[in-house]
């Protein structure tokens, strides 16, 4: 009770502290209207997040625009399993798809979509299957513990997915229509309203397949030919933004994100399965951003619902959960000739409802975080800070922070060292799933370090870039399901990981006219280990985590000429154990993709026909045992845009 008391008072206090911060970011704002309404409008586009102002040590990177477009009718499993050295967790073709960076799980990876986490707060993961890489113009990836500015499930790193603004642009219009493999249909639109003050973007998708691939069984040496059954699924949904400029300095966003899948799930048997899932997802989302001279504000408000059934008829489970989540977030950034300064607060609510729980639980965040940023040395050095301090109903979230420097040694040669400490809270399931949840779990703990060099170099039409990277991990109050003796499983705070390895990135790009030719490379290298003994007779100690490869990497060439373009990856994953004591694993796997499109023009339209091959070299290969992957299969089709200005 006691505790309760000093939680509601941290609430209030908090509360009153957003209140104050809207107030005073909407007073500056008035007093400047007048001054600001002297000025031309001009185009705004907010480009830059708070992790790359400030946190300049860490490692990140951003796709490519050029190769998100060729990914514009696949998933984010797809593009970042393709383009990227993070591993992807996949449970079958349209199945659930998750992370894992430097070691960590899929619940230690966040998901920020506009600055706000996405992760669902019942399961603490997202599933990548479901978001499509159409609905953003820009993704980017943050390895490394990121609590300070991300909060909790920021340990292995996070994926930022974001939609940009613009204005005075006109009308444009697109229509996407393809088929492929398996019965595949997909087909989006988006319709683009761009005015002085304010714009609209409309994109609806629709996709389905019946999913039914050939694999070959390995472990079946009679009848080795075989082919999924019920394992169709049916995605669709819509995302709708409207973007006000309120004055030169004042934009306001507001996105409305819908979508709904079904999925049956097939049993890779020889009974045919009667599991079936369907997820609907509804988010909600709107800032205001104001940026003046030294001053940069963005108010942050959320509403996000997500619902999973889970159905069995062959066991009769029906397992259906709802979970509402609502987020106010205050974030200020302040710049003083070489100094930046950042303060900002945020307030999340969870409101669960599962059949699997015997109540409706809610659990409340108040978040308070702060930077700081130096440039010296005529800006070749580069010092951060941030920390955050968090509370919480539930659990008692330790500080976090981080803190590191970006040294430019030569023109071409720059060095990070950065240092983080962060979290996990635990999720509702492992708190309240009933039978054998655990509500006297502690959140997860995480400090790294982690440090390299980065070459860059631009001679006339060629650029190349280096970095490599070493990282060290330990992680306490891991939170394993074990089996209990009451006969059901139940979550402790008893794995103890250390995580360490090293990870390339190498692009080579020459542009001469109407040539483009780029080479990107990323290799990682992981070692996961468990250091602490789970009972009497545990082989895991000092053996790496199941299903964590140590080696992965991934080289991919985009070739442009004119109106052509081809794009050609190949990636190589490496063993997998699928056992504690690593006794039994998964063979290494090499897959390779080709795109190629071509566009051309008339008038006021552009048309884009384009074809992939997925898997050329028709591997049969499983990234979860039990669960394989298609052979060799194709997709074709054509892209219509229509513009005015």
Avoid: C
Wanted: net charge positive; proline share 2%.
């Amino acid at each position: 009770m006691k505790k309760y008391s000093i939680y509601i008072a941290l609430s209030n206090k908090i509360n009153f502290y957003l209140s104050i911060s809207f107030v005073i970011s909407i007073s500056v704002t008035q007093a400047q209207h007048k001054d600001s309404l002297t000025h031309q409008l001009l185009e705004v586009t907010i480009t830059e997040t708070k992790q790359q102002i400030l946190q300049a040590s860490k490692k990140t990177t951003l796709i490519d625009s050029l190769i998100l477009e060729r990914y514009n009718t696949s998933s984010l499993a797809d593009l970042l399993s393709n383009q990227s050295a993070i591993h992807i967790k996949s449970y079958g073709n349209g199945n659930l798809a998750t992370t894992s960076i430097r070691g960590g799980n899929a619940s230690q990876t966040a998901v920020l979509w506009n600055g706000l986490n996405i992760q669902n707060p019942m399961l603490g993961q997202t599933d990548l299957s479901l978001l499509p890489n159409l609905l953003f113009q820009n993704i980017s990836l943050e390895y490394g513990g990121g609590s300070a500015l991300n909060g909790s499930g920021a340990i292995g790193g996070s994926i930022q997915l974001r939609n940009t603004n613009s204005f005075n642009k006109g009308f444009a219009t697109t229509l996407q229509v393809s088929g492929g493999s398996f019965d595949t249909k997909k087909l989006a639109t988006s319709i683009q309203l761009s005015y002085k003050r304010m714009s609209s973007n409309t994109r609806i998708y629709y996709t389905s397949s019946q999913n039914n691939y050939s694999y070959n069984d390995t472990m079946d040496k009679v009848s080795p030919n075989k082919k999924i059954a019920h394992a169709d699924y049916l995605t669709k949904g819509l995302l709708q933004e409207l973007s006000f400029l309120l004055t030169p300095n004042q934009i306001m966003n507001v996105r409305l994100w819908y979508n709904t899948t079904h999925r049956n799930l097939p049993s890779y048997t020889n009974t045919i399965s009667k599991q079936s899932q369907d997820d609907e997802n509804l988010k909600i989302n709107a800032d205001w951003n104001y940026s003046k001279r030294n001053l940069k504000s963005i108010i942050r408000f959320a509403y996000f619902k997500d619902g999973l059934n889970y159905t069995d008829s062959s066991t009769n489970i029906y397992s259906k959960t709802t979970v509402n989540n609502i987020i106010l977030e205050s974030d200020n950034t302040y710049t003083l000739k070489h100094h930046t300064f950042h303060i900002g607060a945020n307030g999340t609510s969870y409101k669960s409802d599962a059949i699997t729980y015997d109540a409706i639980y809610t659990l409340n965040k108040l978040a308070f975080f702060a930077a700081y940023k130096i440039q010296a040395l005529k800006s070749k050095l580069n010092y951060n800070i941030s920390i955050r301090k968090e509370f919480t109903n539930l659990t008692s979230i330790p500080f976090t922070g981080n803190t590191g420097i970006h040294y430019q040694i030569h023109k071409y040669l720059a060095a990070k060292i950065n240092a983080n400490t962060s979290f996990r809270q635990p999720t509702l399931n492992d708190l309240y799933w009933n039978p054998g949840g655990n509500p006297n779990l502690k959140p997860e703990q995480a400090y790294e370090f982690d440090g390299g060099l980065e070459f860059k170099l631009q001679k006339k039409n060629v650029s190349l870039l280096f970095e490599g990277t070493y990282f060290n991990r330990h992680t306490s109050n891991w939170i394993i399901w074990l089996p209990s003796l009451n006969n059901y499983w139940s979550p402790q705070n008893i794995a103890q990981i250390y995580s360490r390895g090293a990870e390339t990135k190498t692009e080579l790009s020459y542009h001469h006219k109407e040539v483009l030719i780029k080479l990107i490379i990323n290799t990682s290298y992981v070692l996961a280990t468990n250091q602490t003994s789970k009972s009497e007779n545990d082989n895991s100690i000092g053996r790496q985590l199941i299903y964590t490869p140590r080696y992965a990497g991934q080289a991919g060439i985009y070739i442009t000429y004119k109106k052509a373009s081809l794009l050609f990856n190949q990636t190589y994953t490496g063993y997998r154990f699928t056992t504690t004591d690593n006794s039994a694993w998964l063979t290494p796997y090499y897959t390779a993709n080709i795109k190629a499109s071509y566009n051309y023009s008339v008038k006021k339209m552009n048309i884009e026909v384009f074809g992939s091959i997925n898997n050329l070299f028709n591997k049969n290969y499983t990234v979860v045992s039990n669960r394989p992957m298609p052979l060799r299969n194709f997709e074709a089709g054509i892209v219509i845009k229509y513009f005015k200005k």
